[in-house]
């Protein structure tokens, strides 16, 4: 006989659970008073800096729609076994909400990562716009800004070879303007039209839904050889900037030209350009690979750490300024044709205002999944052109939210609210938060005392700045459009030997593994149009014959403003030094090292045979990373102290052979040079950092070495031990 089952009331089930964990953690300042909003919108004051500051942490668990529960953890039943019960609201309420947790991921960008910062706007940019937020001096305009990348889903890897998204929201006093870029000037296609077709291309094959995240394979390089006004972004694409180190030491551009208008209605044309303060980076292509297995989260990671850390990424945001000529053209330049820079050597980048990325999102779903840019979100003083990519995409950015967050109201989700006063005649529609007052949404009416009232350019009304148009109808696109080689060439041999030997082998990666033969063969054809050893190598590389009779295209002579290695250094703010080491390591060294790291805004991090402790008398450092847990890739340089275990664990020995063969800093003091020896690294070769003691010496020349990003002059002896 059984004996029947002993009831627990649910209360005492969670008591107990909760006195037997540890102390919960403190409540965010953002829980410590949830608000509520009545129907009529009493009680809620709004977003302050673009954030409901609702928390979902009140002292009472209750419903959705606010009745106090007793018990989340057991289905109302009849019975301790007995079947579930229809009358449980709870339940089907709860498992209802959970089945639509997820919402559409975006078609392209997908995935992503976001911050919250300031733009501060240095005055520089009055004389060309009215636009408080680049005009008025001293200005701070809060922003939200997303990276991503393109082609993969929303759980794909950061670290493919891709271009990068770098979307701004500028939440301004005159309403929100956002500047929807990319991390490289030009893009792949001329027309909106053929979006779908670049996508399609580029995405999975419909067929198996692989390669994800991935250009490198047959039908984007189909594309591409055919499309060959892509030639200038694809092999932006295969240069160092398709796979940055951080999304902190990327560029960013605005891609179209935009047009300025001043208090006195003159304009002008610009190019958007975001530098970054760190220079720009990027990994190595195995780093790259590697970092896409070992830690997917690469770039999403790096910018959480460094802004919680202080090392708060930082643009300048500036411009090249054009006349507004009735061409639209500078230098010979069509400034309307998206796959086209303008070198920055005959237009200056002038700063107007400086980015700060400051705050971490609190939910990522609500503020980095929802927020909704549109290139058509402009305010007084800047407005689009003609460049037939952007007036497409005016269309598509409004359209796509209306699927992925579900109706129009999109404005109204916390993240996407405008930081200036709306005053708006839409109304009703799915997810509708306003509670809106007055009989009369129409202008003018008579019946709620006329407002609201349209405002003239006096006003700070959005009047476009009047422009002639004609034309037959037609589609057609201008004959300068037909120049598809002359900036691909240019930009390859703008390029230092070692960022050009990297194109040559993105090129040979990527179309090696391809599966047509015609496709590659086209993909020569194209190269012998940038450079003539470029296409050889590949070709190599490929194992086919280099097309005959093709001419290399002309073009301008050398922007050295294309290279991102410098002969200078950069700030090393948020740059990880991992030093070996073990129970027996120098830790008075280690906490030279740090402090010297530290001042310069870098960190340190031991790597230890195993967690917990290493003490030494009465200092104690923390293990931040095993052996079994650390990878040379979230290191930028790899130092062992004296002490370090000698015999060589091979998994030490692996991070500093890579560490070594990606060019990184890499080094030791006292005893851990033998270590070093034992990885088959010569303490002689460039940018090997050895001393008897972890001294000041050695902790400037790390320093030095992280400001200069990699040790460049490795590159030889590296490539040396390739076939
Ligand atoms: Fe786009 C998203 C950048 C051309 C259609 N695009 C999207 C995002 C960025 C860009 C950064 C992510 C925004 C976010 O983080 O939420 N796109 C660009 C740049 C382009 C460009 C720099 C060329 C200069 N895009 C482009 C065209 C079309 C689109 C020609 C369509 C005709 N883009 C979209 C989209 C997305 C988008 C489908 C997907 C999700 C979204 O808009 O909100 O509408």
Redesign the pocket.
Known sequence: MCSSPRRVAPGDVIRSRIRSSPMPPARKPDQSAPRTVSPTGVGYDGPKDGRDPRGQAGDKLTTPNGVRLPDTDHSLKAGPRGPVLLEDFHLREKIMHFDHERIPE?????R?A?AHGVFTANGAGASVTRAAVLAEKGLETPVFV???T?LGSRGSADTVRD?R???TKFYTKEGTWDL???NMPV?F?QD?????DIIHAGKPHPDREIPQAQSAHDTFWDFVTLHTEATHHTIWNMSDRGIPRSYRTMEG????TFRLVNEKRETVLVKFHWKPKLGVHSLTWEEAQIAAGVDPDFHRRDLYDAIENGAFPEWELGIQVFPDTPEETFEGIDLLD?TKIVPEELAPVQPIGTLVLNANPTNFFAETEQ?????GHLVPGIEGTNDP??Q??N???L???LT?LAGPNFTQIPINRPHAPVNDNTRDGFHQQAVHTGQAPYTPNSVDAGVPFPSDWSEGGYVQVPRHVEGEVGRTAPASFDDHFSQPALFYKSLTSVEQQHVIDAYTFELGKCYEQAIKERALTVLARIDADLCAQVATGLGLPVPKKIKVAKSRSESPALRQIRPTPFPIEGRIVGVVAGPGADLAGIATLRKALEAEGALLRVIAPHGGQLVKGTTVEIVERTFATGRSIEFDAIVVADGAPKDGDFRALVMLQEAFRHLKAVGAWGDGVAVLKTAGIDPTAPGVLTGKKANAKLAAATVAALGMHRAWDRTPLVRASMV
Request: glycine residues 14%.
């Open positions: 975006r078609v392209v960008h997908a992503g976001g997303r990276f991503s393109v271009t998204g770098f979307a929807v870029g990319n893009f296609i909106a039209i053929k979006f779908p551009f605005g891609v179209h998206p927020v909704a840019f549109h290139t990519l952007l497409g995409r269309f598509s950015y359209d796509t939210q992925r």
